[in-house]
């Protein structure tokens, strides 16, 4: 396992920006596989982006494809997702996660890894 910690939520207005990140300890972050999950009150956690390891590839949840983009820089042991276009449906909870077996999977389960969360809160 890994040491997630993200940062960088806050309030914003619709139509706004965020830029989250989340810096992991160890070394070996490289061979993690790291993805945005989000937690709304009174909703279950979902997906939100993921990332391969070497940062080749992506996947996107319906909802923020072509809004919101993921990448990282492994020199750094830092994933990042910024958020373009907010709006107040994407008020949440943000948590980072990673795993190291298989590729990126939108079910929560593979994750052993999960930082603390970052509050987002966009407003009209």
């Known amino acids: 396992q890994v040491q997630l910690v993200e940062s960088g939520g806050g309030s914003v207005q619709a139509g706004g920006s965020l830029r989250l990140s989340c810096a992991a300890s160890?070394?070996?972050?490289?061979?993690?596989?790291a993805s945005w999950f989000r937690q709304a009150p009174g909703k279950e956690r979902e997906f939100v982006a993921g990332i391969s390891r070497s940062g080749s590839s992506t996947d996107y949840a319906d909802s923020v494809q072509g809004r919101f983009t993921i990448s990282r820089d492994n020199a750094k042991n830092t994933v990042y997702l910024q958020m373009n276009s907010l709006h107040p449906a994407d008020t949440a909870v943000y948590y980072c996660?990673?795993?190291?077996?298989?590729?990126?999977?939108?079910?929560?389960?593979?994750?052993?890894?999960w930082g603390q969360g970052t509050q987002v809160t966009v407003s009209f």
């Open positions: 160890g070394r070996t972050f490289s061979s993690y596989i």
């Open positions: 996660a990673a795993h190291r077996f298989g590729i990126v999977r939108h079910s929560s389960r593979p994750y052993d890894s």
